[in-house]
Every structure is written in C-alpha cells, then in structure tokens.
C-alpha cells in the first residue's frame, strides 16, 4: 500500500482504490489531482498549477470515477476539481478516460503550431509531456491554423502567441498571484490573445516566472535566447539567489564558459517555485564587461603575499561575500584586525537584527510559514523592494482571513481558486502596511500608513504596549497613532499566527525594537506569533556573524594599530563611504589588495588586484534573512588564475607563513583538466569544494534535495517534474528542503521590552532615508544588461508639500548635500510621503549608502 502525509494541519487519513491499487493518505479535503501526483502517479494537467490551484479550465486531469465497487460503468470527472473522500474508487487508466484525455489534447492542439524544432520551450514543454502522456500522436487538423502579431514585452521575455493552448495560468500568476496590471486576456470567441494592450515592457517584478508557468513556448527566456542552449546542454549546479537575503533556491545554467540563464529551484520551506525578476536575470553580470579576469600585474600574487607577510594586515569583508570568503579573511588577519565593508552604523543595524533574532521575542518565520500567516503587520520594510519572494508570499497570505472565512460559510477547498477569489472579491485580511513610501503592498492591505521612521517606531511600541501594557509605550504618540495602534493591536491579538515584519530597509534601529517588542508582547499573550527581519545583502546575516566593525573602526585600526597592509575581499568601501573618507581610508594603508571578481571603484584604487570568482564558478555558504544556512556549488570551473576569494585569501596565509596548507585543490583540478589528453572521452572535472562534477549527464533522481540541480524524470522533461521530488506536492522535497536554519528560538525568550529612545534632532533638515528598487538597489544584479534597462534615472523623490515648501518642482533639479559628502544634483519627483521626509536610492552616485538615513539639506539647484 502506498501512502504519503500531508504537510497540512488538520488533514485525515483516508483511503483510496486507483485503478485496483489501494492508497493510504492523510489529505482531506486535497483533490485528486494533488493526491494522485502526491503518489508519484502520471496524470496529464494545464490549467491546475500547484501554487495557483485548480480552476477547472482545461478538461485534461480527467479521470473515472466510481459510485461504490459495485459500479461498473463509473463517470468522467476533473481530478483538479474532486475533493478526495474516504473509500474512492476511481482510474486513471480506463479507457474513456483516456481517450477523453487525447481528445482534449487532440483540441488543444489544433492550432498548435508543432514548431517544437525551433521552439525555445522545446525538449522542457509542459505541452510536449502532456501529448505524449495522453497519447495523443496522430494530427487530424488539415486546415489554416490560428495566426497571432507577437509583441516586444521588454528584456526579459520573448513572446510567440501562437503556441498557446489558452490554460490561463498566464493571466492568473501575472494578475491574481502577482498582482501585475498590463498582461491580459484580450478578444473574444476563440480569438483570445495573451499580452499586452500595446508593445511594451512587462511592469511586474515577477514577470519571468511566465517563463515556468505558461505550459507551452508563448513566454520564454529573452535572455537565454541571445545565446540559445538546449536544456540537456546545460551544465547546471545547485545554487542560491545572490542578490538579496531571501536565499532563493536557483538553477543557474553554463555552456561554453559563459552563464546561460536562471530558473527556479524549489524548496518548500523559501522560494516555492517562483523567483523574483532581479533573481532570475541578473545573473548576466557573470559574463560582465567589468569582471576582472586577470590580476593587476604578473607578479601580483606573489606582491601581495611580500605584502602580507611583513606587516600589520587589516582586512574588511563584505556581505555580498560567502561565508567561507569572510571567515578566511578574518582568520588571515586576526578577530581584533577583521571589519565589514559597511559602516558602523549600518554593522550596528545588522547586529541588532541579529541579536533580536537569537534573543527570541518569537521565531522566525520562514517564507513558507508566513504564507501560513493570518494577520500581518509590516513595520518599515518595504519588502516588495528588498525582499521579493517574501512580498509575493505575503500577498497570498493577505487573502488568508477572508478565504478561511469564505471556506467555512461556502463550504469551499482550499485549493478552488477561482471560487475562493470570486468570494473574497476585495475583501482585506488584517493586513497593516506602515512604511514612508507607498509600496505595492499597500494594495493588499486592510490599512497602509504613510509616516516618517520616527513615526513608524512610535506605532510600533504603541501596539506593543497596547498588547501588553508592560512594553513601553512611546513618548508623545499622536491621535492618529495612538488609534491605529489599537485597531492593529486589536487585530493581531484576533489571529492565530500573527507576523511581524521588518528590517533594515530604512537603516533605522528603533523601527527594529519596536517591531521586536510587538512580537514579544503577541508570544507573551499566547498567540503562535512570528517575525521576520529583512537583511539587505545575500549574505549580511552570516557576515555580520563573524565582523568585528565597520569601515570606520576599520579606519581607526589602521591608523591606531599601524596597518601597513590592507585586504579588501569583495566589497566596494565606496558605496558605503563618501569618496573623501573611503580615499583616506585607502590611503592609510601601504599596501592595498583587493580581492573581487568585479570592477569597482575600490578595485580602481587599489595597487594590488587579483580576480576571485562570482556565485557561477566558486562554492560558498549565504545565510538568509531566516538564519538559514544554505550552499551554493559551482556551476562552471573558474578560468585561471582566477578563484576563489576565499582559497586567493588561504593562498597567500600560505605564502606569508601565516598558516599551514589547508587545500591545494585548484593545482588538482588543474592538472586534472590537461594532462588528461588522450583518445578517450575525458572524465568531467571535479569541483575539488563539492561532491559534484562538471557535466550535464547523469539523473538527479535519489540525489540529497540540496545537491539537486535538474527536476526530471521519466516523462516528465519540464519543470514540472517536480512533484516527482517531493513528498507531497507543494510539500518539502524527499530527504527534506535544503539548508540548515542556524538559529531556533531558545526555549525561553532571553530578551525583555525595549524602550523606545530619544528622537534625534535634525536642526531642521529634512530627514533623507532609502528608496529602495527591485531594480537598480543590489550592486550586482544592476550590471545585468537587461536590469539596466528597467533602472529608473537617480532622484530625489519628497511629498507634493515639502517641494512646494521648498521651491522645488516635479521634474526639476534638486542640491542633496548631507555630512561628509560633497552636494549631489538629483531630479524631484514627487511622491505620496510624509512632509520632512526625502527618499534616493541606495548607491546614488556621490551618496554613500552610509549618508541615508541622515538629515541632508534640499535646495533647488541652480545651474
Ligand atoms: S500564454 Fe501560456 S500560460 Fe497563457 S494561456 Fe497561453 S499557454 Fe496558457
Ligand atoms: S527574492 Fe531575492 S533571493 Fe529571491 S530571487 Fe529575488 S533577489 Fe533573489
Ligand atoms: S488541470 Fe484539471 S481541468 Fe485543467
């Protein structure tokens, strides 16, 4: 008998007759589809999406289904659409049910335009697998065939309308999953078009996750088309987004030295099956004009292990950096000679993030468990900037109130998406949005606040207090405060799984402690609450782990200590730093050597440059938001004499007599790869940093889920092959989803309430705080050619008040100037944020991510 569990709370054991096999399953209330693909047997879908659900469209999941065992003739009906019940009997192999289903496909069909040969979908189609699993083989259809006009949908998607099926998924991940507005159903009869009203980009943040849902080649990758690879000459590897800290589970793919594309690794417990557009195509800064490829002179290497050996070292870190790189270096120079390429005060908002989150005022939620959520309350952190994948989680769990609701008094499924929408309608779940700026959020939430930082922390501690009055409450809170804080209070306290989120967006620690103290006070009265804390960078959590301080302790040990020799390992000191301090900073050090794969004004300034290798060709540890320690492995071999950061670091210990040799893995690989001329196919090379080899042969089934790089099985030749590696569909992957959470809440909650500071005085200056974007704020995703392309021009955005106040004008010039840094000439804009408040994005040329937040002067500027 084959069984499997549900991951589902509350679900019962039942049992099951398909086709003369008995089952065992704990999955009320899931529909057959689920369940039969739960139990690794092939059912033929479209229109059903194990994230989206079932909506019953396209006729294909049918299946027999029999009144009792006495009934012989039994009925067709959809298993997307049939909630299993105790003591079913039904079959996937009958006869009329397959022939129902090649019938459907037969139809789908008809005005297909079997181009797979030069299709880009070929060889991983949804639609390929389907017709030959329905054994629909033979084309009837003689006549002229439905034409469509294809549309220029912007960098990151290609568009071929004539091989729709018209499934919908499309439509319904882009509108309802998504929340995008310019993709439509468009016409009438049979005459439906999927696109745009006219050409033109694609707005959402999401779009190219259409590239996975749609089931045939309609949306493909516009990336991976300037270089074209058939998916079975993709090299591939097991890899981890490095360009947030979500940790969002990737497949990057290489041919021919160079990275071809990047799709979606599931894990159940992070990214689901999506990725964010940033994730998905920025991996183009890999084949970057600007990446170093060869040191700064011949004898570079050996320069700066003189350089290293006779001196003070100071070496600073980065949180773009792994694990591993952070580590060597603090090992090479010493715990007291190790700093972080942020400022202090930026280190400082790390840490406290990090110690909020060990101390435990509640656990932290993953992205799976704030899907589960039933009220959400966002304190500062615009997260559909900063942390994709978790906004577009928390957009679904927005609607979980109202579709618990909807479920019990319409006695709906969970799973019956269209019906649950049409309920729902644009009823708001106990959703509470406060930010300075508006964020796409907004749209989902029961109330979205518009308030300074300052204002932000004051709600916080007020619902705090409003929950348990023993959580100070903040000095001087308006009216207006005082009276969300209670609805808000009121709301949490009604829910089960309440979720606090916030982070580092705004830089600002009092937002923090008070989103930390609305989390204690819920745990405290006994809801099942959790938090989630936004890092910036993919790695700032473990980063912040190992660092001593930031850039200017690192500038004091230089001076103090008599540093003679600087090491900068993958970070640019000036995105952090005002061009004077990070150039005296530099200049403070006899020698500098920079360790990065990339150009940067730091590597532009130092003596010494030696080239390290990006995610694609090194393996490393990020730890996410979550504190989930996760691997990335290499997914092509580096080019000599490039490496690893982290094995450049442990080479010149080496050299400097600083320490023992711990590997000499690259000269291995090395020889391995040309002494190996002979008449027989070489071997792949190995990754001397990983169990994997350098190859796109060789099945996936039954390796550990994190190393995984390819979801296929028999069959089953697109992504879709996932249910085939997971316990449950939707569920954790068999063997458990990767990556290693590195702190669980400690039994007893170590921490107490925090009490709310003194604000800071801004002598009348306008407090100038960050405008995050999902394109343009990380550094690297920002090179990534077709990223560049959705960049907006740098502002200054302020309220339609304060410009008027100012002389200032939509469009207009604008003078920044805050302290330390030279002024700054930006374009207004105008935007819907509270008077005294100014926003740019982080890594505006000549603003220092170190400068905002601070109080900086607006003047107009005249030219
Ligand atoms: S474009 Fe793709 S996803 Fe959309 S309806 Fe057509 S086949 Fe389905
Ligand atoms: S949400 Fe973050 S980690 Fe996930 S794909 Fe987007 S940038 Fe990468
Ligand atoms: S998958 Fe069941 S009707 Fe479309």
Redesign the pocket.
Known sequence: MKTFTSTTAGAGVIHLNIDGRRYEVDAEGKNLLHVCLSLGLDLPY??WHPALHSVGACRQCAVKLYRDDADTRGRIVMACMTPVTDGMRLSIEDSEARAFRSGITELLMVNHPHDCPICDEGGECH?QDMVVMTGHVYRRYRFRKRTYRNQDLGPFLNHE?N???????????YRDYAGGTDLE?LGAHDD?Y?GRQTDGTLQNEFSGN?VE???????TDKTLKMHYTRKWDLQTAPSICAHCAVGCNTIPGERYGTLRRVRTRYNGEVNGYFLCDRGRYGYEFVNSERRIRQPSSADAAAAAARAVSGSVVVGIGSTRASLETNYALRRLVGPENFFLGVSDRHLEVLRLMGDVLRAGPAPISSVRQARQSDAVLVLGEDAWNTAPILALTLRQASMNAPAAAAMKQKRLNAWDDAAIREAVRHDTGPFFVATVEATKLDEVAREAHRMSASEIAALGYAVANRIDPSSPAPPDASALITEAAGRIAAALMSAERPLVVSGAGLGDREVIRAAANVARALKKAGRDARIHLVFPQANSFGAALVAGGGLEAAARALSARGGQTLVIAETDIFRDLPKNAATALLSSAAHVIAIDHTRTATTEAAGTVLPSCTFAESSGTFVSSEGRAQRFFSVMPPVDPARSAWRWIDELAVAAGRKPAAWGGLDELIAAMTANVSVHEPQPPRDPDSPLVYTMEGSSLGAPASLNARFWAPGWNSGQAVNKFQAEVSGQLIGGDPGVRLFEPPAEDRGSFFSPAAAASRDGRIQLVPRHEVFGSEELSALAPGIASRIAPASVALSAAECRRRGLEEGGMARVSVDGGEPVDLRVVVREMPDGVASVAPGTPGLPVMAVPGPATITEARS
């Open positions: 479209f229109c639609l309308m091989r729709c099926i018209q499934c919908y998924r499309c439509i319904r991940f159903a439906v999927f259409l849902v749609c089931p045939t080649g309609v949306f």
